[in-house]
C-alpha cells in the first residue's frame, strides 16, 4: 500500500513531455543544422537544413551546410553537387570552397582539389589553418604525381568547426 500511495499524486507538471511553447519562436534551422554537424548528427542536419530552405530558400549557407552534411556522410556525388551550386551563388564562403575541395581530393581529383583550396584560402585571406594545410597537402600531392612506380597513400579526413573539413596523412 505504501508504494501505491508514492503514485497517487500526480506530478506538477503532468506525466506526459511538454507542448509546443505558444510564445516562443522557433530557433533558425541553419543554426540548428550547423550544430547537428558539430555534433556528428549529419541526418538530422539534413533534415534541419532543408526546414530551413523552406523559409529561406536555397541561399549559399544552406547549400554549403546540406553539402557539408553529405560530405560527413560520405555522400560525395551529393556533396559535390550541393558544393557546386554554394560556389556558384555570390555569397559563397571559404568553407564551401574548402569542402569542395575536400571532396575533389577524395575522388582523386588532386588538380581540381588544390584549386578550391586556393579560392578558400584567398576567400579567407589566409586566416584558416585547416584550409592551408589542406592546400599544402594538395600541391605536396601534385609535386609528388609522376609517372614512376604508384605508392599508395592513405588519407583521413577531419571535421574541425561546424563545416570545416582537415585532410590528414595517415602514418
Known amino acids: 500500500m505504501a508504494v501505491l500511495a508514492g503514485c497517487a499524486e500526480p506530478a506538477p507538471d503532468g506525466p506526459y513531455a ?55 556522410l560520405r555522400r560525395l556525388g551529393q556533396a559535390e553537387k550541393l558544393l557546386r551550386d554554394a560556389i556558384a551563388t555570390d555569397e559563397a564562403a571559404p568553407e564551401a570552397w574548402n569542402n569542395l575541395g575536400v571532396v575533389l581530393m577524395e575522388r582523386g581529383e588532386t588538380g581540381e582539389a588544390s584549386e578550391m583550396f586556393r579560392r578558400a584560402y584567398a576567400l579567407d585571406n589566409g586566416q584558416s589553418d585547416s584550409i592551408r594545410d589542406n592546400l599544402r597537402l594538395a600541391l605536396a600531392k601534385l609535386d609528388e604525381s609522376g609517372y614512376g612506380e604508384q605508392q599508395e597513400q592513405d588519407y583521413k579526413l577531419i571535421r574541425r568547426g561546424s563545416s570545416d573539413y582537415l585532410i590528414r596523412t595517415i602514418s
Open 18 to 72: 511538454p507542448g509546443l511553447s505558444q510564445r516562443g519562436e522557433a530557433v533558425d534551422g541553419a543554426i540548428v543544422g550547423h550544430r547537428l554537424i558539430r555534433a556528428g548528427e549529419y541526418e538530422m542536419a539534413i533534415k534541419a537544413f532543408s526546414r530551413a530552405a523552406l523559409e529561406q530558400g536555397m541561399t549559399a549557407e544552406i547549400l554549403t551546410g546540406l553539402g557539408s552534411a553529405n560530405l560527413g
